[in-house]
Structure formats: C-alpha cells, structure tokens
C-alpha cells in the first residue's frame, strides 16, 4: 500500500460528529479498504453499566484478531484514538494505519482527543487491567505531544498539539485468563446474573465436546447441609453459591478424583476464564473452595468459613481475583520471587 494517501471521507466526518457529541456511545470503530476508511456502526454503553469492564466487553463483537482498524474509545469523558494493530493481520494493512495514525487524529481534529495509542491484542483494549496499568505508567512519565507528522511538539502551549502519545507498550502481563478462556453459553451467563439471593446455585461444567462452560443447574433455596447433595460424583463442576444463612457467595471447584483425567485437567484450565466471566457480570466470590469429594463441603456455623480439605480458603493463588496492579497479579512474596528472577537473568 506504498504511497496511498489516508483519505478522510464526509462519512467519516460525519460518523465521528455523531460520535463525538453523544455521550452513550463508548466506541466508533473504522476499517480502511485501499486508503478509505469506512466507519462501522457505534458501540454503545451497555444500558446499566456497573463498571468500565462490562462496558469495555461490548467492544469484543467488533474486533476481530486479523482486521486492523482506527478505535475511537470514550473514557472518563474524553477521547482516545487507538491504532489496532493485531500481529495476525496483513502486514501492508497494518502498516499504512500505523504510519497514518497522527495524520488521522490531526485531520479528525486534535482537540477533541486526550491520547493515541497503539495496541496489538485484543485484550489489550478490551480488559480494563491494561487501561488501569496505562494510567499507573501516566501517573509516573509524561507522554509528549506530536504534530500530524508524529514529529514531537517542543513548543510550550501549542493548542494543535493536545494529544498525548502513548505509542505501544506491552501489557506487563498477556491476560492469558481473558485470552484463552471457555466460551460461556448465554443461559449459564443470565444465571450468574441471578446468583446473589440467598440459598442461590449456579452450576457450571465444561462441555467435553465444544469445550463450553455450560450450565447444569440453576436452583434457589438450597440450604448449606444441602448442597453436597447437589454435587455430581464423578463430573467436574464450578459452584456458584450464595451462602443461605450468611449470604456469603462462595465459588466452589469440584473436582472429583474419579473423573477421567481429561476432564479433570479442562476442568482445571478453565478456572481463570469463568471467574472473567463472572466478573463480567458482577459476580465476585467472598470466599473460594476447592474439593475433591462431595463430604468436603462442609460449611461452619460460625463465620461462614469452609471447612474440610484444606481449610477456610484452599485455593490456588493463581485463581485468586484480589490483589491486581495493573495487568499483575500481587501475592505474598511477589518482590521476593521477582528479585529472584532477576538475579537468575544477570546470571545467565
């Protein structure tokens, strides 16, 4: 696409117009086809948007890992112009939007953004830990301003100049959990919605064909000396249940030692995405549990806290969903095993 001149429409004027002064429309997404873009329907807010990832999720259904595109994204109230540019996508393609990208803000008009950036992977736009990790690196190095050349603004209070360039840098952390997660069936996804009245459970388990979280059942009522009752002996099933004395939601892995190894071992893989999944949609656990046997399940009366194999909180930490700096999962020890990895990468 050597010497294509980025041409910008009426359409395209007109599109981001719309855009720009309506307030319930989170992104405006545009292809180029030969150096023309083309503007594709707005993404809106979701109706009740409890935070900025379940608005971030409704961006999924217009990304696509080998179509590279211009992103214009509302957050805090203001604009910001993403080059997607996915590694999967014709390389000419990729590379006339990303020389163009400057050209592109300046010709749309630079006041109106707050910054322009690049990204590579979807989730990189999509899941709100990678904005959280931009704003950290924000808070601790200034990003400068460029002329529709991409030439760096030197000029103290240029107004042409307003945008800040970001350019790419790589999440710390590739999100593998939002990446290669289980795709959910929509009714397993509408119970989780409906999960926090107490005496709630939501059963979930991994098709072994289609490899899909799919729901098994959804019941109401169940009393706590219920539910190892509701625990399929040799089925590896994920257990969402609101405690119905405490109303504590627990997520419960039940992993028989009978069930074939296969089953098992999807079982296990899947973990990372359903809690994605969940968290899409406002279920967060207060307490996790992790069993082999139906006779594990035993709750305390006293705070709610599991009792049996392991524990009032046996889990993999890896699972664990607290504790997030930007894209970074934190634990105990995180600053001793990376000082660590450290001193092993000097050595070597």
């Known amino acids: 696409m050597e010497g294509i001149i980025l041409e910008i429409s009426p359409s395209i004027h007109e599109a981001f117009a719309t855009f720009n002064k309506n307030a319930s429309l989170l992104a405006l997404p545009l292809i180029s086809s030969n150096g023309t873009l083309q503007p594709l329907p707005s993404v809106h807010y979701p109706e009740s948007t409890s935070s900025f990832q379940v608005a971030l999720n409704e961006i999924k259904a217009v990304l696509d890992p080998k179509t590279p595109m211009y992103l214009l994204l509302r957050r805090n109230n203001t604009l910001i112009a993403i080059t997607f540019a996915p590694y999967l996508a014709d390389s000419a393609q990729r590379q006339f939007l990303l020389e163009h990208r400057h050209e592109f803000v300046q010709q749309l008009g630079a006041e109106h953004f707050s910054q322009s950036l690049i990204c590579k992977e979807i989730g990189e736009i999509t899941d709100a830990r990678s904005w959280n990790e931009r704003d950290l690196e924000c808070e601790t190095k200034d990003q400068p301003a460029v002329h529709g050349k991409g030439v760096k603004c030197e000029e103290d209070g240029c107004t042409s100049c307003t945008v800040k360039d970001a350019g790419y840098k790589r999440t710390k952390c590739r999100l593998c959990d939002r990446r290669m997660q289980n795709p959910i069936a929509p009714d397993a996804l509408e119970a989780l919605r409906n999960v926090s009245t107490p005496g709630a459970l939501v059963q979930i388990t991994v098709d072994p064909t289609s490899q899909t979280l799919t729901l098994l059942l959804s019941s109401q009522n169940v009393l706590a000396d219920q539910l190892p009752s509701h625990l399929p002996p040799i089925i590896p099933t994920f257990n969402f249940y609101t405690h119905s004395s405490t109303s504590l939601l627990y997520f419960i892995s039940h992993c028989p030692d009978s069930a074939p190894v296969k089953a098992r071992m999807t079982h296990t893989m899947a973990i990372p995405g359903l809690l994605v999944h969940a968290e899409d949609v406002g279920v967060k656990a207060d307490r996790t549990m992790e069993i082999h046997d ?6 305390e009366e006293q705070d709610g806290g599991v009792e049996g194999d392991g524990g009032k909180e ?3 930490s890896v699972y664990r969903r607290e504790g997030f700096v930007g ?14 990895a450290d001193g092993v990468r000097q050595c070597s």
């Open 294 to 299: 139906v006779g594990d399940a035993v709750f």
């Open 314 to 316: 046996r889990f993999r």
């Open 327 to 340: 894209t970074e999962l934190g634990y105990t020890g995180l600053e001793r095993d990376r000082e660590f």
